[in-house]
């Protein structure tokens, strides 16, 4: 089975995920963003769903340090943010997030970007 690393601080948002992912993989989760940088380390996750607006570390840090890692730095990051400019995916894609969603989540857009990306 898969595991994802959910990095998300907003308790609705993580259940949400957890609800509409916990069937299909095994799911590992931190509350913020040097937690999650941290836990990437250690767990070696398949794919990390990061929030960008995170506490301690924001998601662009998280995501940077992810990146600089030759350890862990092919793991897909899919970045989810509450902001839907045009400019905040520009801005996830370079700190090296894989793929971008939006907030609230697409539930189809989400399982389409997580098949592509564990494919």
């Known amino acids: 089975m898969k595991r994802i690393l959910i990095v998300e601080d907003n308790e609705l948002n993580l259940d949400l995920l957890v609800q509409l992912l916990e069937d299909e993989y095994e799911l590992i989760t931190a509350d913020n963003g040097a937690a999650g940088v941290e836990v990437a380390q250690q767990e070696r996750p398949d794919l990390i769903l990061m929030d960008m607006s995170l506490p301690v570390m924001d998601g662009w840090e998280a995501t940077r340090r992810l990146k600089a890692d030759s350890n862990v730095n092919h793991i897909p990051v899919i970045a989810l943010t509450a902001h839907a400019m045009s400019s905040d995916e520009e801005k996830a894609l370079a700190a090296g997030c ?14 389409d970007k997580l098949d592509q990306l564990l494919a």
Do not use: G, N, V
Request: glycine share 0%.
């Open 98 to 111: 894989d793929s971008y969603l939006s907030k609230p989540l697409d539930e189809d857009l989400l399982f």
